[in-house]
């Protein structure tokens, strides 16, 4: 940047064309020669406090250009990066009983802020610390049929430290994603993730009850409410915790990952490997993750008792180059408990997406998935039974790159088909939704 001559120095420089003038006319009766002295010890004066000015000038810090999405804190070697997004949709929802329209934050990709600092404490090596909140007034996360919520809940998504260190890998410390976290959805490049990423199906309905046609109202099991949220349990890892992790180094595309947290007085740790890379033009991406989840715990008449599990699970996402997408995922859940059947789920997305407008690209999916016994059951064995979820999606995204803006709209059925004995119990639950998400 170039720097301007500060308010002193033209002060100082009026100061002395003023002296400069007076000398002048008070000489002026006492000859040449006097006034050639004094012109000249006047012209020394103004030259070595020119030269000061300059002197003082040059200290002055240079602060250089920044980035359109940078913002350098005064006094601070971190640069300061400010981002976001917000999300929101007009969705109509039914539990097969009843139906409304309500205006909420879509809870598969929340409205959030974003506050990262980064330092480079050597060419290898950088350090970050980044705070993330979730703003999600009225949340499809927790509206039902005729009961929306309307508060705002602040949601700490992010509170960590990490150092990246390209020899050595990352360590990360505080409150933020596990390794088997993303392991159901991240490789998901059908360009609709927006509004359903992978396996994870329920965010855009978690909060629907089901309704149970033999008792004529809302579905209970053990006292727990049976809403698409823990039928359809998407089963995406450890999620984010207060944990401490550690990734390797990236190996041809290859990361492993693992981590621990500790909550009710159980250890729980998890580890997954994750692949991303290209062959002929097609981008490859594979995620697998093997986690003990031991804090678990669901509520009961009186009280609550450990849902303790065990689990695998994996993913595997392909682009080929004619714009047609693949997502596949699968999981096994192992209850720790005799009463419970183990759960599973079998998923699969086929997408296509082309840039058909010049603001950016059109993607288009449909997809099926698979969910069974992800509800925990705590009745007497003889009484146990097998509960499964079938959903099936089918979504439309349209990008405008020039103002970072996704316009989608979505529509999908969640079915559950209750024990063997009473097949229909349930009915379906359904929802539409479309709105748009503004990155900045």
Not at 76 to 91: H, K
Not at 198 to 225: E, H, M, P, Y
Request: proline content about 3%; overall charge positive.
């Amino acid at each position: 940047m170039i720097i301007k001559r500060t308010p002193l120095a033209v002060f100082v420089m009026f100061q002395l064309l003023c002296c400069s003038a007076f000398a002048e006319n008070s000489l002026q009766p006492s000859g040449e020669q006097s006034t050639q002295a004094g012109e000249g010890a006047l012209q020394e004066q103004v030259e070595a406090l020119l030269k000061r000015i300059n002197e003082l000038e040059a200290k002055k810090t240079k602060v250089s250009e920044l980035s359109e999405k940078e913002v350098v804190t005064t006094g601070s070697p971190l640069a300061l990066r400010l981002s976001g997004q917000l999300n929101r949709a007009v969705v109509w929802h039914s539990n097969g009983k009843n139906s409304n329209t309500v205006h909420a934050d879509v809870d598969n990709s929340p409205s959030r802020l974003n506050i990262t600092a980064v330092g480079n404490l050597s060419e290898q090596t950088k350090i970050f610390a980044v705070i993330e909140e979730a703003f999600e007034p009225n949340s499809t996360d927790r509206i039902d049929v005729h009961d929306a919520n309307d508060n705002q809940p602040f949601t700490n998504r992010k509170m960590e430290v990490y150092i990246d260190d390209k020899k050595w890998g990352r360590l990360f410390i505080g409150q933020g994603s596990t390794a088997s976290d993303g392991t159901m959805e991240d490789v998901d490049m059908s360009g609709t993730s927006v509004v359903s990423a992978g396996s994870s199906v329920s965010f855009s309905g978690a909060g629907i009850q089901f309704f149970d046609r033999t008792t004529g109202a809302k579905a209970l099991l053990n006292g727990q409410r049976m809403i698409v949220e823990t039928v359809f349990d998407s089963g995406d890892g450890l999620f984010r915790r207060n944990r401490i992790r550690y990734d390797t180094p990236e190996f041809y595309g290859l990361r492993l990952q693992t981590s621990h947290y500790y909550k009710g007085r159980n250890d729980n740790r998890d580890i997954a490997f994750k692949y991303a890379g290209t062959a002929n033009g097609i981008k490859i991406g594979a995620q697998g993750a093997y986690l003990r989840r031991l804090s678990k715990t669901v509520s009961v008449p009186g009280g609550s008792t450990p849902a303790k599990y065990h689990q695998f699970n994996g993913s595997l996402g392909v682009l080929f180059t004619n714009g047609i997408s693949i997502f596949l995922s699968a999981l096994h859940r192992d209850w720790k408990s005799g009463r419970t059947r183990n759960g599973s789920i079998y998923f699969a997305k086929l997408g296509y997406q082309h840039s058909f407008i010049e603001a950016g690209k059109t993607a288009f999916a449909v997809d099926y998935g698979e969910y069974k016994n992800l509800i925990f059951d705590t009745r007497p064995e003889n009484e146990r039974d097998q509960y499964k979820g079938t959903s099936y999606g089918v979504m439309l995204t349209q990008f405008l790159d020039r103002i970072a803006t996704e316009l989608f709209i979505a529509g999908r059925l969640y079915r559950l088909d209750g024990p063997s004995r009473q097949p229909a119990r349930y009915k379906d639950a359904k929802l539409v939704l479309s709105g748009m998400r503004v990155k900045f």
